[in-house]
């Protein structure tokens, strides 16, 4: 089972700041098979990225994915109110398709 | 309009089984994977289950395996998720979810259903 870690646990920034997250394989994987979800309190959460940097439907274009290997980033340039939130990375090349346990971003 | 509405959570005694249905809508049923993905009270997301738009393949998680079955029926676009010897640990929000393939990411999720699991 590859294992996806998450880092930082909690990112407190400002509106207006750019917000950097990690998401670490356990071992090397695809980046055809990487997304990331952004899911805010109360929602089901909403596809973000797939295939590592592809932005899905609707994504405005501040929100970015890259990385290969084992290493992994999603990049919001510039922190809207509504992007306070948490965010998950999820692999989907093989199964068990796991989840990283997530990062929160938090108003400063 | 793509749409994934959850039933059957329920309040369930330890030991207890219960079955879980997502109508899907909107889209051709048959041609997609579906899966099943929890979140505990205050947690992250742990994904349980898979299964092919024909529903010849499934797999489950290994913390579900032997005792949660997913299944579907495409006559009634809807995908099931049966639970047995369920225990305190499976209480969580239940999401039933499309994927893009078998092996493809998340593009669409329900609202999800709540089952508490009483010890």
């Known amino acids: 089972e590859i294992v996806l870690t998450q880092s930082p646990g909690t990112l407190s920034l400002s509106p207006g700041e750019r917000a950097t997250l990690s998401c670490r394989a356990s071992?090397?994987?695809?980046?055809?098979?990487l997304a990331w979800y952004q899911q805010k309190p109360g929602q089901a959460p909403r596809l973000l990225i797939y295939?590592?940097?592809s932005r899905a439907t609707g994504i405005p274009d501040r929100f970015s994915g890259s990385g290969s290997g084992t290493d992994f980033i999603l990049t919001i340039s510039r922190l809207e109110t509504e992007d306070f939130a948490v965010y998950y990375c999820?692999?989907?090349?093989?199964?068990?398709?796991?989840f990283g346990g997530g990062t929160k971003v938090e108003i400063k | 309009e793509v749409q994934l509405v959850e039933s059957g959570g329920a309040l369930v005694q330890s030991g207890g089984s219960l079955r879980l249905s997502c109508a899907a809508s909107?889209?051709?049923?048959?041609?997609?994977?579906m899966s099943w993905v929890r979140q505990a009270p205050g947690r992250g997301l742990e994904w349980l289950s898979v299964?092919?738009?024909?529903?010849?393949?499934?797999y489950h998680a290994d913390s579900v395996n032997g005792r949660f079955t997913i299944s579907r029926d495409n006559s009634k676009n809807t995908l099931y998720l049966n639970m047995n010897s369920l225990r305190a640990e499976d209480t969580a929000v239940y999401y039933c979810?499309?994927?893009?393939?078998?092996?493809?990411?998340?593009?669409?999720w329900g609202p999800g259903t709540l089952v508490t699991v009483s010890s």
């Open positions: 299964i092919s738009g024909s529903g010849g393949a499934r």
């Open positions: 295939g590592a940097s």
């Open positions: 979810a499309k994927k893009a393939s078998w092996f493809g990411e998340i593009v669409f």
């Open positions: 071992q090397s994987i695809s980046s055809s098979s």
């Open positions: 909107g889209f051709t049923f048959s041609s997609y994977a």
């Open positions: 999820q692999h989907y090349g093989n199964s068990p398709q796991t």
